[in-house]
C-alpha cells in the first residue's frame, strides 16, 4: 500500500501559513513565497536580538556620560575612577540610577572624585 503525505504537507502548510498572518501580497498567500519570507524574518529577528543589546548599551552609555558631564568628569575617566574605587555596577545599573534615583548617581560620583 502507498503511503499518501497529503494531510502532513497541508498542516506543514497550514502552520506556515499560520505563522505568516499578517504578512502583505503573497507572502501569506502562496506556501513557496511564505516559506522564504518565514525563515528570512528569522534571520531578521535573530539579528534584531543582537541589535538590541548594541542599541542599549549605546543609550546607556549616552546617559551616562551626559549626567558625568555635569558633574565636571568625562565619561572615560568616570568608568576608569569606578573601577580605581572597586565599584561594580554595571553602565544599565548606573544610567537606571540617572533617571530613578539621581542623588545616588550624584553620590557615587562624588565617591569616584575622591579616588583621584
Same mark, same amino acid.
Given at each position: 500500500?502507498?503511503?499518501? $503525505?497529503?494531510?502532513?504537507?497541508?498542516?506543514?502548510?497550514?502552520?506556515?501559513?499560520?505563522?505568516?498572518?499578517?504578512?502583505?501580497?503573497?507572502?501569506? $498567500?502562496?506556501?513557496?513565497?511564505?516559506?522564504?519570507?518565514?525563515?528570512?524574518?528569522?534571520?531578521?529577528?535573530?539579528?534584531?536580538?543582537?541589535?538590541?543589546?548594541?542599541?542599549? $548599551? $549605546?543609550?546607556?552609555?549616552?546617559?551616562?556620560?551626559?549626567?558625568?558631564?555635569?558633574?565636571?568628569?568625562?565619561?572615560?575617566?568616570?568608568?576608569?575612577?569606578?573601577?580605581?574605587?572597586?565599584?561594580?555596577?554595571?553602565?544599565?545599573?548606573?544610567?537606571?540610577?540617572?533617571?530613578?534615583?539621581?542623588?545616588?548617581?550624584?553620590?557615587?560620583?562624588?565617591?569616584?572624585?575622591?579616588?583621584?
Amino acid at each position: 500500500m502507498r503511503v499518501k $503525505r497529503g494531510v502532513t504537507t497541508h498542516a506543514k502548510h497550514k502552520k506556515l501559513l499560520v505563522a505568516n498572518k499578517g504578512y502583505r501580497m503573497t507572502k501569506r $498567500r502562496l506556501v513557496r513565497t511564505a516559506k522564504q519570507a518565514y525563515l528570512h524574518a528569522g534571520e531578521y529577528a535573530y539579528a534584531g536580538r543582537k541589535l538590541k543589546k548594541r542599541d542599549f $548599551r $549605546r543609550l546607556w552609555i549616552t546617559r551616562i556620560s551626559e549626567s558625568v558631564k555635569q558633574n565636571g568628569l568625562s565619561y572615560s575617566m568616570f568608568i576608569n575612577r569606578l573601577k580605581a574605587a572597586n565599584i561594580t555596577v554595571d553602565r544599565k545599573i548606573l544610567a537606571d540610577l540617572i533617571v530613578e534615583n539621581p542623588e545616588a548617581f550624584a553620590a557615587i560620583v562624588d565617591r569616584t572624585k575622591i579616588v583621584n
